[in-house]
């Protein structure tokens, strides 16, 4: 058990549909990073925050926005959803803000997008 | 080119062998390079970290760095079903935010 959880574990929902993807950090990280995973594409950094603040973006969708609340939890909103949503998304956290840091991950979400 | 590149196999070998899993880079800035183990419908786990070049050994694990090649291996000795997971290899951009990981390789480790 990493420390770090994630809720919902699955989530299956239709296209157009929004949908909120929650994670609470391990005890004392400041950092949350979002990551999508999906069988051909491998594990993509989405985003990154700190202590509340974004502090790196990856392959983010415009659909897709995140923030980190004063408790450190975070929450991935998902919009429009489209078929190829359709992935398990990571949520990992660290102590740090800066590179290298050893990132601990949660369970993940299983979003089925119908 | 990808920053990183690793074959996502899968790779089957029986129990006790050798297994050699490689990722490429092309930044030959990056310092740091890490191993993850990822367990089927789990989150990817550190399993081990290596700075610059050179061989770091863990237990039946060796992670080597070869920086003139931008190459990197880790090495599982007597393997074990139980070592059956996908490996992926991940650079921390150094003084950045971003770590960048390897698309990873599937290990079946058949008894």
């Known amino acids: 058990d990493s420390g770090v959880t994630q809720t919902p574990k699955h989530l299956i929902t239709a296209t157009g549909q929004r949908v909120t993807l929650r994670c609470s950090p391990r005890s004392g990280d400041l950092s949350v990073y979002w990551y999508q995973q999906s069988l051909d594409q491998g594990l993509q950094f989405l985003i990154q925050?700190?202590?509340?603040?974004?502090?790196a973006k990856g392959n983010i969708l415009e659909r897709f926005s995140a923030q980190q609340f004063p408790d450190l939890h975070s929450e991935l909103n998902l919009s429009s959803l489209e078929l190829g949503d359709s992935a398990l998304y990571f949520c990992a956290s660290s102590v740090k803000s800066l590179a290298p840091d050893t990132q601990y991950f949660g369970p993940g979400t299983r979003l089925t997008v119908l | 080119q990808k920053e990183v590149e690793q074959d996502p196999g899968p790779l089957s070998v029986p129990e006790g062998a050798i297994v050699s899993l490689n990722c490429t880079y092309s930044n030959s800035a990056f310092q740091y390079f890490m191993w993850y183990r990822q367990y089927s419908r789990k989150g990817p786990e550190l399993l081990m970290y290596?700075?610059?070049?050179g061989n770091k050994e863990d237990g039946r694990f060796t992670a080597q760095v070869d920086k003139s090649s931008k190459y990197i291996s880790l090495f599982i000795r007597d393997s074990q079903p139980s070592d059956s997971a996908t490996y992926l290899c991940?650079?921390?951009?150094?003084?950045?935010?971003?770590?960048?990981f390897g698309a990873g390789t599937r290990l079946f480790v058949k008894a």
């Open positions: 290596t700075y610059s070049s």
């Open positions: 925050y700190y202590n509340g603040e974004e502090r």
């Open positions: 991940a650079i921390p951009n150094t003084g950045g935010f971003k770590t960048i």
